[in-house]
C-alpha cells in the first residue's frame, strides 16, 4: 500500500508554469506506475499523464503534450508534474495515482489505479 500527497498547486495567469509533486509513502514507490489525473467542475476525471517505474516510458493525453511534462525520482518517493503554457481549460483539482500492475504502455484509465492522493487545485485565471 502507499499514501499520496500533491502539494504545489495554485493561482497563475494563463501563458505561465506551475510544478506539482506528489510524495509517496512506503518503501515499494518504485513498483508503482505513477500517474496524474484532472477534474474540472462537473466533469469526469480524465487521464494527464503517466510514468513507468523506472521512469524511462511516458505517456500523455494529446491536450498537454508538449507543455506539461512528468518525471519521477524514485530515491525521493516523488512524481513531479511541470506544466508550462497553462491554459484556462487546464484549471481543476489535479491528483496522483498509483497502479500496481504492469501495464504498456502505462495506464490511463482512472480505473486502473489503486491508490490516490488528495488533490490539489489549480486554477489558470487573469
Known amino acids: 500500500q502507499v499514501q499520496l500527497v500533491e502539494s504545489g498547486g495554485g493561482l497563475v495567469q494563463p501563458g505561465g508554469s506551475l510544478s506539482l509533486s506528489c510524495a509517496g509513502s512506503g518503501r515499494t514507490f518504485s513498483t508503482y506506475v505513477m500517474g496524474w489525473f484532472r477534474q474540472a467542475p462537473g466533469k469526469d476525471r480524465e487521464f494527464v499523464a503517466a510514468?513507468?517505474?523506472?521512469?524511462?516510458?511516458?505517456r500523455y493525453q494529446d491536450s498537454v503534450k508538449g507543455r506539461f511534462t512528468i518525471s519521477r525520482d524514485n530515491a525521493k518517493n516523488t512524481v513531479y508534474l511541470q506544466m508550462n503554457s497553462l491554459k484556462s481549460e487546464d484549471t481543476a483539482v489535479y491528483y496522483c495515482?498509483?497502479?500496481?500492475?504492469?501495464?504498456?504502455?502505462?495506464?490511463?484509465?482512472?480505473?486502473?489505479?489503486?491508490?490516490w492522493g488528495q488533490g490539489t487545485q489549480v486554477t489558470v485565471s487573469s
Open positions: 495515482a498509483a497502479d500496481s500492475q504492469i501495464r504498456v504502455p502505462p495506464a490511463s484509465r482512472v480505473d486502473d489505479y489503486d491508490y
Open positions: 510514468v513507468s517505474r523506472g521512469g524511462n516510458t511516458k
